[in-house]
């Protein structure tokens, strides 16, 4: 990538600097990552106001690389999306509903199918546990959001290599699927959003490995060499979603990034059942949404994309998504743009339901690693008192629990045996300052993964919540052969 890299937004109108008159700067790069930062501006308004506050958002510019501010009418290259669900199942129903609601709104926004890539399992539209087959809803009482959707990936073409091969545009690379690929280039405009499981460096995919925090970081570097994208934005939906960037996502990039959750919480799935409620969640016996999620879904159903900037819809999802903390990183200057520059514009009139009434609704949330339970304990409610449907359910119910219960009790007897019980808290529960990866040696916390599962089994959507204990663990200096020695005594060999 040349040194002189530059990355465009669009401003709002509505910024007291962006005005009609003529006005003009330039950003002249220095070599060794530094510049001179040179503006000239004219105005008849006779105050310093507008000199002010433009210079204070350059300056911002300054510490998170070259930004070139555009007019709103400014070309802004060809739009594209990845979605990507990373979960199979109907108890995870929520992951599928959320990316295909994605889709609906950037189809209706112009986009078109071509530049919009998709990943998912397709389970759940005709599971069996489906009330309406073929049709997938993302809010009680809302429409179909699974019409149309692309099978760009689904199955077993849901992997992380087939995601790190599209993002590189890399065809060879591939292992099924449709073949599309990010084929942008350094004028467009990129648009990730990711939803499903995650934990402490790691997001889940429905087949083969996991999407380590670093090997994520290593491919939008790469991208970013390639000039694969002018700006590109990031939305992840998962626990610990904060752990995929903090202390790792460079600010000169060209990148921005929400999460639903920092480095070390759960998220929250959304429109789940409850005793209280009736209708859709109910009759779905499932979570319909997750609440980051449909906090940012429901606020561009609900808003003109051209009006809207990504740091307005920032706020309002922050202030929605009130169970865990939201979060911002990258490239904060590029909040400034419209929504539109990545999600497209339709001419169409929005919708009519307002965000407040949303907001307020008492609808169920559940934590992400709970939500299954949901499920398993509804098939239990509702299966007819001593039927073998209901002893089926009964007992679907108690291998859940029971592997939970497993987890917990060799994860304890590892760290135990690593440390003694005395640090087995701290090794549980450590958490790193906000400007540090959660791990140093990443290979070594793969390792360790990949030795549990070898001898403990599956970590479970549920487990993947101690890869804090092993990443600390990694930081402690455990090495291999210590954490084989102790997944053997905790599980007896047992895979």
């Known amino acids: 990538m040349p040194s002189q890299s530059y990355h465009y937004i669009n401003l709002p109108p509505s910024l007291p600097f962006h005005t009609s008159k003529q006005s003009s700067f330039s950003l002249i790069p220095h070599q060794n990552s530094s510049f001179l930062l040179m503006m000239m501006m004219s105005s008849s308004y006779g105050s310093l106001v507008p000199f002010l ?130 084929n942008s280039g350094p004028n467009d405009h990129v648009f990730f959003y990711y939803a499903d499981h995650g934990s402490t460096g790691l997001l889940a995919m429905p087949v083969g490995d996991n999407i380590y925090a670093n090997d994520l970081i290593n491919v939008l570097k790469q991208m970013y060499k390639s000039q694969k994208y002018m700006n590109m934005v990031m939305y992840i939906e998962a626990c610990e979603a904060g752990s995929m960037l903090q202390g790792l996502l460079p600010k000169d990039m060209g990148i921005y990034a929400t999460t639903a959750s920092n480095a070390e919480e759960s998220s929250y799935g959304y429109y789940c059942p409850s005793e209280a409620t009736d209708g859709d969640p109910s009759k779905y016996d499932t979570c319909l949404g997750d609440l980051y999620s449909i906090s940012w879904l429901e606020d561009s159903d609900a808003n003109d994309l051209g009006k809207e900037t990504l740091q307005e819809q920032y706020l309002t999802v922050k202030k929605r998504t009130n169970l865990s903390h939201v979060m911002q990183y990258g490239n904060t ?163």
């Open 53 to 182: 506050l433009l210079t204070a958002l350059m300056m911002a510019a300054v510490s998170e690389g070259v930004t070139r501010l555009a007019s709103a009418g400014e070309s802004t290259g060809t739009q594209w999306a990845i979605l990507v669900a990373g979960s199979n199942g109907y108890s995870n129903y929520r992951h599928q509903a959320d990316v295909c609601h994605a889709y609906q709104i950037l189809k209706a926004n112009g986009l078109k199918d071509e530049n919009i890539i998709v990943f998912m399992y397709d389970d759940i539209a005709r599971s069996k546990y489906n009330p309406t087959k073929g049709i997938i809803i993302n809010k009680p009482n809302g429409p179909d959001v699974y019409h149309g959707v692309p099978k760009d990936y689904t199955g077993d073409a849901t992997t992380a290599a087939n995601l790190y091969a599209v993002l590189l545009g890399n065809k060879t690379a591939l292992s099924g699927g449709s073949g599309k690929v990010l």
């Open 333 to 495: 200057v590029l909040s400034q743009a419209f929504l539109s520059t990545y999600m497209g514009q339709s001419p169409k009139s929005v919708s009519s339901v307002r965000l407040d009434e949303l907001s307020s609704s008492t609808f169920r949330a559940v934590p992400q690693r709970d939500a299954d339970l949901v499920f398993f304990q509804r098939q239990v409610q509702k299966a007819p008192k001593g039927s073998a449907e209901s002893v089926e359910a009964q007992k679907r119910l108690d291998e859940q629990i029971a592997r939970r219960s497993h987890v917990d009790r060799s994860i304890n007897q590892i760290i135990s045996h690593l440390f003694g019980g005395s640090n087995a808290a701290s090794m549980l529960t450590a958490v790193r300052p906000e400007e540090q990866p959660v791990v140093d040696d990443w290979d070594c916390l793969k390792t360790f993964v990949r030795t549990y599962e070898q001898y403990c089994g599956r970590l479970s959507e549920y487990g993947m919540q101690y890869t804090r204990a092993m990443a600390n663990m990694c930081n402690a200096g455990v090495d291999k052969d210590r954490m084989v020695a102790a997944s053997v005594q905790a599980c007896s060999g047992k895979a």
